[in-house]
Every structure is written in C-alpha cells, then in structure tokens.
C-alpha cells in the first residue's frame, strides 16, 4: 500500500453491497473497500506509531485479516469500526513489543480542529489567529505523550469524528469512559492553551457528545 487512493465515503448500503461482493469473491469490490478506508487507517495508525515502515505493515496486516475473515461479518456494525479494532489491537501488539505500552487511561492533553466547539467553531480569536497553526502543531505534537488507548481516542474523535459509542466500540470500552476521558482531557488542554497564549484570550469551548 505504498501508494494509498483517496479515501471516499460509504453509505452503508453500498458498502453491506461491497461486502457481499467481497464475500462471493469479487476482487473489484475488495478494492473499492480499501481505497475507501486505507488512507484513513494508515493516518491513524502512523499517529498511534510514528513509523512509516510499521504503519504500512499494520494497514496490510489489518485488511488482510479484515478480508480473511469476512465471511462471518456482522452488519450491525460499520466495515470502519470493525477494520480500525483490528489495527488498534495490532498496533497495541507493536507497543508492548516496544516496551512503550502502557494501561493508564488518565488524559493530559486533547486536541482539536474546532468541529466539536459547542458554537460549532473555534474561538474567533485562536482560529484567526496567526498562531494557530503553531498551536495545532504544538497540540498534535502532544498527542505522542498519552498512552496508547488516550491516543487512539483522541484520534478517532478529533481526527476522524466518531461518537463516544463508535470509540468505545473500537477501544472494547463503554461509550461512557470515553466520554469522561475526553472531558478531562479538554480540560487540560484549556490550561495549556491560556499558558501558550500568553495571558491572552484562550476562552474556547469544546464539547464532546455521545
């Protein structure tokens, strides 16, 4: 997968259409499913590692075994949360190879891109400003801190939109503690936030919803 089309979005009638294509051995429809996922698993994954190499390795791996075991595919849940479970578990196997793995679940610092502002934007001031590009820069750079599922959670909320439920289907948590987790964690990046703006305005609110 060194060269990744551009992920497009699924409906679900056409992706349970894909699957059962898949299932009676259509090698187009399997095609259609990665390109509708890789480039979105492989940003997430490469967030969770940090390591080109073992990100493209994963996003093999993880649709390979998403593929070999198709058949028995539960159309309650989305062809994504079932595929980013199997990459969140093999990157969790890389971690604790690594030695970097770690079961806390105390949240330090939480990013944003101002989709989740309870006004629907960031504050005019930090979004406006010529900072926000260093800020943001500053926050994703932070993510590396937290321990693998605060990053996963992080990720999949902030960076790919999911709900506290779709989260806590992936993570194997209830969409509850995911919910708290990431309160938390808003809140410490608020007092980072005001720290790097210097006394300056730094009144964003964010909100995170089930």
């Avoid at 028995?72 to 199997?86: A, C, E, K, Q, V």
């Avoid at 992936?170 to 964690?185: C, D, F, G, Q, Y």
């Avoid at 007092?191 to 009144?203: T, W």
Wanted: hydrophobic share 40%.
């Amino acid at each position: 997968m060194n060269e990744r089309a551009t992920s497009v979005a699924l409906t679900v009638a056409r992706e349970r259409q894909l699957i059962e294509h898949c299932q009676r051995g259509c090698a187009e429809s399997a095609h259609a499913l990665i390109g509708a996922h890789q480039d979105r698993l492989h940003a997430f994954v490469w967030r969770m590692i940090r390591s080109d190499h073992d990100a493209e390795e994963i996003c093999q791996d993880a649709f390979l075994r998403a593929f070999q075991s198709l058949s028995g595919f539960d159309f309650t849940y989305r062809f994504s949360t079932w595929l980013f479970t199997i990459a969140y578990r093999l990157c969790l196997n890389l971690m604790r190879r690594r030695k970097d793995y770690s079961g806390e679940t105390d949240f330090s610092l939480m990013p944003t891109d101002g989709r989740h502002d309870a006004s629907g934007q960031a504050s005019e001031e930090i979004a406006n400003s010529e900072e926000a590009t260093r800020l943001k820069k500053i926050i994703w750079n932070s993510v590396e801190g937290l321990t693998p599922p605060q990053r996963a959670a992080v990720l999949l909320f902030y960076r790919e939109s999911l709900s506290c439920q779709e989260i806590g289907e992936i993570l194997e948590m209830p969409a509850a503690t995911v919910k708290s987790h990431l309160h938390r964690a808003r809140n410490r990046l608020k007092g980072l936030l005001e720290e790097r703006l210097d006394g300056g305005d730094a009144s964003m609110h964010f909100s995170v919803s089930a």
